[in-house]
């Protein structure tokens, strides 16, 4: 419901007392997660990136980190212990920072000439241009689905870009979030999407198979009628009916498929 039953000292001290809901902290009812927002700190508005950790009982953990990331001693140390994935990018796309949440879940050893390229790829487009356009601070939401190059199993990931100023050049914060779940369910239903549209194809051919079948079998029927056993052409017209009454039964399973039914075979 948006009320905090929780605050540690490090928030209390960042917002200058304890606040009672999300509504008291930022200037929106929601934040929007992995992504920088408007907090109400005690010394007037500030931008923070807003991460999540899912939590029992449908409550969550907010974490509020800094929009810039310091590269002093103490301040790497505070990233690297961060329970959030993040990436330090800078403009040519190397990683210049990598904190132990991205480092365990990107599962490839970074080095000072890492490129992102290297950890990943992307799904469609390019992820220089990608990452070129959100440090020039183009376009209003830079979220991507990536694939990372592990080699021990495969992992998606939603990374979400924040265009950091530092002095007179600038640099990307990635928050990297496991999508690995997400892209198994959607692939799961696009494959669904696919059973149902053959499902229809195949209850449609089967409706017209078996107009087909029956003006067979009804010609077949007046055709025995005029000859008896003896006659050379009454067997073939016995192999006529006998096929014509097993494609009805082929006809049928496509039917029963096609309308979800649930077949016995003996």
């Known amino acids: 419901s948006g009320?905090?039953?929780?605050?540690?000292?490090?928030?209390?001290?960042?917002?200058?007392?304890?606040?009672?809901?999300l509504v008291d902290v930022f200037d929106r009812s929601l934040p929007l997660m992995n992504e920088a927002n408007t907090v109400i700190t005690a010394d007037g508005v500030r931008q923070c990136l807003v991460a999540e950790v899912e939590l029992s009982a449908g409550r969550r953990e907010l974490y509020l980190l800094p929009a810039?990331?310091?590269?002093?001693?103490?301040?790497?140390?505070?990233?690297?212990?961060?329970?959030?994935?993040?990436?330090?990018?800078?403009?040519?796309?190397?990683?210049?920072?990598?904190?132990?949440?991205?480092?365990?879940?990107?599962?490839?050893?970074?080095?000072?000439?890492?490129?992102?390229?290297?950890?990943?790829?992307?799904?469609?487009?390019?992820?220089?241009?990608?990452?070129?356009e959100a440090a020039a601070?183009?376009?209003?939401?830079?979220?991507?689905?990536?694939?990372?190059?592990?080699?021990?199993?495969?992992?998606?990931?939603?990374?979400?870009?924040?265009?950091?100023?530092?002095?007179?050049?600038?640099?990307?914060?990635?928050?990297?979030?496991?999508?690995?779940?997400?892209?198994?369910?959607?692939?799961?239903?696009?494959?669904?999407?696919?059973?149902?549209?053959?499902?229809?194809?195949?209850?449609?051919?089967?409706?017209d198979f078996n107009n087909l079948l029956t003006a067979i079998s009804g010609h077949c029927d007046l055709l025995l009628l005029r000859h008896d056993q003896g006659d050379p052409e009454y067997g073939d017209l016995i192999q006529i009916h006998q096929n014509a009454n097993r494609a009805a039964g082929l006809v049928g399973q496509l039917l029963a498929f096609s309308r979800k039914q649930t077949l016995r075979p003996e």
């Open 68 to 132: 810039e990331v310091p590269t002093v001693r103490d301040g790497a140390i505070q990233f690297d212990e961060l329970p959030v994935a993040l990436l330090k990018i800078s403009r040519d796309g190397k990683v210049a920072m990598a904190n132990r949440s991205a480092r365990r879940l990107v599962g490839i050893p970074i080095e000072p000439s890492t490129a992102v390229s290297d950890l990943m790829e992307g799904l469609g487009r390019s992820i220089q241009d990608w990452l070129q």
């Open 137 to 207: 601070g183009h376009g209003a939401h830079h979220s991507e689905f990536l694939r990372l190059r592990r080699e021990d199993r495969e992992v998606f990931v939603q990374v979400s870009l924040n265009r950091v100023i530092e002095g007179e050049t600038s640099s990307l914060i990635a928050v990297l979030s496991d999508a690995t779940e997400l892209k198994t369910l959607e692939a799961q239903f696009v494959q669904s999407q696919k059973m149902q549209a053959i499902g229809q194809l195949a209850g449609g051919v089967a409706h």
């Open 3 to 21: 009320t905090i039953l929780f605050m540690n000292m490090a928030a209390r001290a960042l917002l200058g007392a304890r606040k009672k809901t």
